[in-house]
T-cell receptor, first 115, second 114 residues
Framework: DVKVTQSSRYLVKRTGEKVFLECVQD?????MFWYRQDPGLGLRLIYF???????EKGDIPEGYSVSREKKERFSLILESASTNQTSMYLC??????????????FGPGTRLTVL | AQSVTQLDSHVSVSEGTPVLLRCNYS??????LFWYVQHPNKGLQLLLK??????LVKGINGFEAEFKKSETSFHLTKPSAHMSDAAEYFC????????????FGGGTRVLVKP
């Protein structure tokens, strides 16, 4: 059974803190993604990675960075958390390939609150 | 640019009655289309996907969706709602020309009344 896990289900941080969100997948997938989910907006892509040490900006990368040192792990970093980054963060992975039909598998999400 | 519109933010149905969730997309290219479901406190799960084969796609848990190119629609239906169908549903579009990135609709929250 495929599995994507995220390090925390709930996280509360203060404005200005550095925040790390961790994601691990056990499916040997090459592609990994970070999204944020806000009511009425669906999911929006922050960053994605097609390979180790490789990253690409998504639609809303401002205020975020990522790290992928190992194939199974993809980290999202908030360098200096702000209140407008309060959101649900979802990690996903998919196998490599150029097909637009590849299924993405999602983790349970981390609900981050920035005070 | 590609976009997805889910026409209802909330849908309320009675158990045993049909469910219809509406989705329209815009694009200049042939899309791949998906429906994902998110149950409370759970990650997103794929319900079904359209990949330019049959226009009527069957998914898990009795759901199906029909791709209508002329209407740029991909509505999701189920003949008889079950209490376990209460969740949020997302219509998603992907294009090879756009790097296969997923674009999500805003979501439809389904309430099932006993």
């Amino acid at each position: 059974d495929v599995k994507v896990t995220q390090s925390s289900r709930y996280l509360v941080k203060r404005t200005g803190e550095k925040v790390f969100l961790e994601c691990v997948q056990d499916m040997d997938h090459e592609n990994m993604f970070w999204y944020r989910q806000d009511p009425g907006l669906g999911l929006r892509l922050i960053y994605f990675s097609y390979d180790v040490k490789m990253k690409e900006k998504g639609d809303i990368p401002e205020g975020y960075s990522v790290s992928r040192e190992k194939k199974e792990r993809f980290s999202l970093i908030l360098e200096s958390a702000s209140t407008n980054q309060t959101s649900m963060y979802l990690c996903a992975s998919s196998r490599a390939g150029t097909s637009s039909t590849d299924t993405q598998y999602f983790g349970p999400g981390t609900r981050l609150t920035v005070l | 640019a590609q976009s997805v519109t889910q026409l209802d933010s909330h849908v309320s149905v009675s158990e045993g009655t049909p469910v219809l969730l509406r989705c329209n997309y815009s694009s200049s290219y042939s899309p791949s289309l998906f429906w994902y479901v998110q149950h409370p406190n759970k990650g997103l799960q794929l319900l079904l996907k359209y990949t330019s084969a049959a226009t009527l796609v069957k998914g898990i848990n009795g759901f199906e969706a029909e791709f209508k190119k002329s209407e740029t629609s991909f509505h999701l239906t189920k003949p008889s709602a079950h209490m376990s169908d209460a969740a949020e549903y997302f219509c998603v579009v992907s294009f090879k020309a756009a790097g296969n990135k997923l674009t999500f609709g805003g979501g439809t929250r389904v309430l099932v009344k006993p």
